[in-house]
């Protein structure tokens, strides 16, 4: 039964990923007058859910591996170490979120 449901939320993502990137490209598709098939839209959401899926696993790991049982902030930027300009945005609005946090805590 616990299989069933897990089974019917993960079809439930990826037809809701599958929306989201058909939507995305058909944008695209507009905006540069270019056509695309609708294999190609499922080729890329295939791609785009296994890059979730190693994310998420990544995420979990090193979450793990800190004997945490919950992802922060710290995992996501372990996780984007090898990419220096996303770790720069991340890190940048982390910082920010912390500092309106400390600041909302100040003013109590």
Same mark, same amino acid.
Request: net charge neutral; aromatic share 6%.
């Given at each position: ?11 439930q ?7 989201? !990137?058909?939507?995305m !490209? ?7 007058? &270019? =056509?695309?098939t ?8 295939e791609? !785009?859910?296994?890059?979730?899926? =190693? !994310?998420?696993?990544?995420?979990? =790991? ?5 004997? &945490? ?10 996780l984007? &170490?090898? =990419? ?12 920010k ?12």
């Amino acid at each position: 039964m616990a299989d069933e449901s897990e089974e019917e939320a993960r079809e439930q993502l990826k037809a809701a990923l599958w929306f989201a !990137v058909g939507k995305m !490209v058909d944008e695209e598709t507009l905006r540069r007058n &270019r =056509n695309v098939t609708p294999q190609f839209i499922g080729a890329l959401t295939e791609m !785009v859910w296994a890059q979730i899926e =190693n !994310v998420a696993l990544d995420l979990e =790991n090193f979450s793990r591996h800190a004997g &945490r049982t919950t992802i922060n902030t710290d995992d996501v930027l372990l996780l984007a &170490r090898r =990419n220096q300009d996303l770790h720069a945005i991340i890190k940048d609005f982390v910082d920010k979120q912390k500092a309106a946090k400390a600041k909302g805590k100040l003013k109590r």
